[in-house]
């Protein structure tokens, strides 16, 4: 596997001290956040859609229904281009110049493959673990039905970038002693309290996958 930023296309020239080679720093960008946004080709325009996703080892899972034209479309137009971004804070300076945000970030480059049937399965499961890790245990298997009634395509990271911002405020000097605040504003994402989908639900203890996504608990994300 390719590590990120190897490459013409995925070597960050501006601002390169905020890039990552390293590999272990792409599958985190990857595995702690839930939405992809995928870049595709669609009736000759450029199309950018929010999707669901999951990770198994070097290759990247998106899924979608069987009958939609946007999927169709990425079998038909495979080259891709996805983008996940985790937003941690904004930096906040004396000027609005040099105001800005913290994040991580990684971009894919890459051809879209259809995901055979004999391999949909886990897929599926990458998925759905994805979105609250260890819930395939809780839950009945996917069934044929519902396997038939899908689209998944992978996609290899082998070209990939990804980008770190997490430096201090660095205001000008002039901009010094002048009255005005800066500082950082750390944004917080968290889990609200589960609300029971009927009263079967209520009657049930939290399952483990649940409460240890709302823990935070080193089995989740």
Known sequence: MNKPGSTEKTKL???SHKASDSISDLHSVLDDNLVAH???IFDGAPLVIPMAYG???NRLYLHGSSGSRLMRALTENPQVCVSITELNGIKVARSTFHTGMHYRSAVIFGRAELVSDADKNAA????SDSMIPGRMS?????????LAATLIIWV???ETSVKISNNPVADDEDDLGKGVWAGILPIITSIGTPIPADAEAASLPLPPSIVN???GSSDTR
Do not use: S, Y
């Not at 599926?124 to 998925?127: E, K, L, P, T, V």
């Not at 809780?138 to 519902?146: F, I, L």
């Open 156 to 158: 290899d990271l082998n």
């Open 38 to 40: 995928v870049g595709i």
């Open 213 to 215: 996504f709302r823990t």
């Open 55 to 57: 990770r198994i080892d």
């Open 138 to 146: 809780e839950v009945r298997a996917h069934t044929k039905k519902e």
């Open 13 to 15: 020239n501006r601002i």
């Open 124 to 127: 599926m499961d990458a998925i």
